[in-house]
T-cell receptor, first 109, second 117 residues
Framework: GIQVEQSPPDLILQEGANSTLRCNFS?????LQWFHQNPWGQLINLFY???GTKQNGRLSATTVATERYSLLYISSSQTTDSGVYFC???????????FGAGTRLTVKP | DGGITQSPKYLFRKEGQNVTLSCEQN?????MYWYRQDPGQGLRLIYY???????QKGDIAEGYSVSREKKESFPLTVTSAQKNPTAFYLC????????????????FGPGTRLTVL
């Protein structure tokens, strides 16, 4: 099945800093989502982005499907951005989604 | 309010007992999914269903069973055959399960934390 790798595994920032999270995948995709898992475990949908670029406030994402990677940008980070960010992809050959291991972000005041 | 609900939020079970986790959605989505998350890990797919009365095994289906008798409901039973059932269980749904851009975006419920004593 499709392989998903996220980097870095851990990231510590000072409040106000910018960051880039990366997601590499091994096959063509028809679904790519970025999620933020809050301290209570809830997965919050950030972006549905199998290709192209989207922006939502301080967050933006870009997926280059031909090169099999996606990037999540967080600008002017806040302590509430802390948590685990997951990339999940759906292959054109399957009807399920595969999750990466996540990037744990800690934003310090 | 549209959304996905899971109950209970916390569940404790003795070894050897079966237990059923509830997942309900009122989004009129065709597809529903069950995932398991262990501490510090990503999510792994247990079962998924693209339509009523049909479901397929995911990567870690052993020791679990599901049913899909209604479009809104996709309960998961953790059986005594599951060797290490303590985990966080997440249910999700999407408008469609198959390719069709935009229709397969998944939305998640709040999860159930299962602990086996």
């Amino acid at each position: 099945g499709i392989q998903v790798e996220q980097s870095p595994p851990d990231l510590i920032l000072q409040e106000g800093a910018n960051s880039t999270l990366r997601c590499n995948f091994s096959d063509s995709v028809n679904n790519l989502q970025w999620f933020h898992q809050n301290p209570w475990g809830q997965l919050i949908n950030l972006f549905y982005i199998p290709s192209g670029t989207k922006q939502n406030g301080r967050l933006s994402a870009t997926t280059v499907a031909t090169e099999r990677y996606s990037l999540l940008y967080i600008s002017s980070s806040q302590t509430t951005d802390s948590g685990v960010y997951f990339c999940a992809v759906g292959s054109e050959n399957n009807n399920d989604m595969r999750f990466g291991a996540g990037t744990r972000l800690t934003v310090k005041p | 309010d549209g959304g996905i609900t899971q109950s209970p939020k916390y569940l404790f079970r003795k070894e050897g007992q079966n237990v059923t986790l509830s997942c309900e959605q009122n989004l009129n989505h065709d597809a529903m999914y069950w995932y398991r998350q262990d501490p510090g890990q990503g999510l792994r797919l247990i079962y998924y269903s693209q339509i009523v009365n049909d479901f397929q095994k995911g990567d870690i289906a052993e020791g679990y069973s599901v049913s899909r008798e209604k479009k809104e409901s996709f309960p998961l039973t953790v059986t005594s055959a599951q060797k290490n059932p303590t985990a966080f269980y997440l249910c999700a749904s999407s408008r469609r399960g198959t390719s069709g851009r935009g229709d397969n975006e998944q939305f998640f419920g709040p999860g159930t934390r299962l602990t086996v004593l």
